[in-house]
Structures are given as structure tokens and as C-alpha cells.
């Protein structure tokens, strides 16, 4: 039962992936360079992004219940509860879009809970199977996941100080550019990749 949702937790996976590759081909007035993922909410494909954050929250939980019995330590189980919040951001951000004030909570859970589940369930698993085979790049990959988050805080204080800089002004309503907006000349905008 437990590998079955293992396999059902990759299913999950890669239909996010494909849905995430479907909405910049369906939506290309985003310029995936500087536009984050939740914007594609503002476009004529937002259920196709409500889809993809509801199969991710699946495959966050299908992972916990699967990897449950494997994760025996203390930080194992901590880190499974915290996988299990962040599928629960994910799926916040499928009811909640990004001009809804709970998508910030959403991408509190979801972005943040996920590298530290990833830290603690990897080092959990690699302690309690320590003949497992992949374990090196099993820690390679959860390490993936907060050098990507380091990384997308990192490109968002970027894009924020060029922009400013170019000459560019924040709307005031505090609500996300309109779609199509070019940016200034000047600006760093590698955010959305």
C-alpha cells in the first residue's frame, strides 16, 4: 500500500512539471524571466495553475504517508509533519491565487516547509538505511531545494533593487505589474526561471 503511494507521489510529480511546462507554452504573454509562477493565476490558464499546485500538495502528502514507516528518527518524523505543512500551502495556493492575502501564507508553508522536510527526512532516511544506494544523491537533491529557495530570495532583492534603480516604480495598490509590462533597461530579471 505505502509503495503505492510512493509511485502515485512521483505521478503527482511529474504532472506538475508537465502542467507547470504547460502554462508557459499556453501562456506566453508571461515572460517566464521575471514573471513567478503564481502570476499565470492573472491569465486565461488559471486553472491549469490551480491543477498543478493541487497534484503538488498530493504528492507532498502521498510522500508522507509512503516514507512514513522509513523515517524513524525524531528530525525524520519532524520533518514528515513539515512536509505534510507544506502540502498544505500547496494546496492553499490552489484555492488562494496571488491577489488573495493568503497566498503569502501558502507561499510561507510551501516554499519555506519544503527544504527544511527535504533536510530532515533525507538525513533521516540515509541514518536509518544507511546501506541505501542513492543516498548521495538523495542529499544532493534535498540540498537542491533551499539552494533553489536561497537562490529565488536572492533574485527577487535583484530584480527589486535594478528595477528601482532603471528608474522603474513600484505600484503604489501594492498589487503585481499588469501582464505585458516590459521592464526597464538595466533590470536583472532571472526571478521566474
Not at 505505502?2 to 508537465?18: D, H, K, N, T, W
Not at 532516511?125 to 533553489?148: E, V
Amino acid at each position: 500500500m505505502r509503495q503505492a503511494f510512493g509511485i502515485a507521489a512521483i505521478g503527482f510529480s511529474i504532472a506538475v512539471l508537465g502542467l507547470l511546462a504547460a502554462l508557459h507554452v499556453l501562456s506566453p504573454e508571461f515572460d517566464p524571466s521575471w514573471r513567478v509562477v503564481s502570476e499565470y493565476a492573472n491569465g486565461h490558464y488559471g486553472w491549469v495553475l490551480t491543477m498543478m499546485f493541487t497534484f503538488w500538495a498530493l504528492s507532498s502528502w502521498a510522500l508522507v504517508y509512503a516514507v512514513w514507516p522509513y523515517a524513524a528518527t525524531r528530525f525524520g518524523r519532524l520533518g514528515l509533519w513539515v512536509l505534510l505543512l507544506a502540502g498544505c500551502g500547496q494546496a492553499l495556493a490552489a484555492a488562494f491565487d496571488v491577489n488573495q492575502p493568503l497566498h503569502g501564507l501558502a507561499d510561507l508553508l510551501g516554499a519555506f516547509g519544503l527544504p527544511v522536510a527535504a533536510m530532515l527526512v533525507s538525513v533521516s532516511l540515509l541514518h536509518g538505511q544507511p546501506s541505501l544506494r542513492a543516498g548521495k544523491t538523495l542529499l544532493r537533491f534535498a540540498n537542491l531545494t533551499w539552494l533553489t529557495t536561497v537562490a529565488t530570495i536572492a533574485g527577487v532583492v535583484l530584480l527589486f533593487f535594478t528595477y528601482v534603480h532603471a528608474g522603474g516604480h513600484l505600484p503604489s495598490d501594492g498589487k503585481p505589474l499588469l501582464v505585458g509590462t516590459v521592464l526597464p533597461a538595466g533590470v536583472v530579471a532571472i526571478v521566474g526561471y
